[in-house]
């Protein structure tokens, strides 16, 4: 796949992410992208703010890195992530919260609810959140502010 904006992406869900979660493995080894599994291992009942937290760890500790994370509704786990400084998790549902996402927040992490989506529009979505650039400009400010720049 060219033209990734991350090189290396860590994944996490919980055990209603899980599937989709190693469905989404599978598509980003198929097109060469460096993934490293956070977890969960298993369905066995975790809990989706441990993952979201390790995920977040990780992309701190490795600059221009980028995550995916899942739960039920990608809200939990997203809530978990958006804790950590410099870390934008997006709950995504479709192309254009995706894209914008990407070109108007710069998120570093796509969150992606397990029972909200089916496979397709994930990974349609996942293609969407690697590829897309951020446009900055007048963005750059705006995500300034997130991380408290006001
Ligand atoms: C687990 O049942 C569910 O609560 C969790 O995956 C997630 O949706 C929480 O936000």
Redesign the pocket.
Known sequence: MRDVIFHKIYIGA????FALKQCLIDFLEENKIIVEDCGALDTTPSN?ADLGHQVAFKIKNDPGSGGVLM???????S?AANRHQGIRAALCHNVYTTQCARAHNDANVLAL???ILDESMAKICLDIFLKTPFEGGRHTVRVNHIDGGI
């Open positions: 919980d055990h209603a992410g989706y739960c039920g509704t990608g809200i939990g786990i809530m609810g397990s029972r």
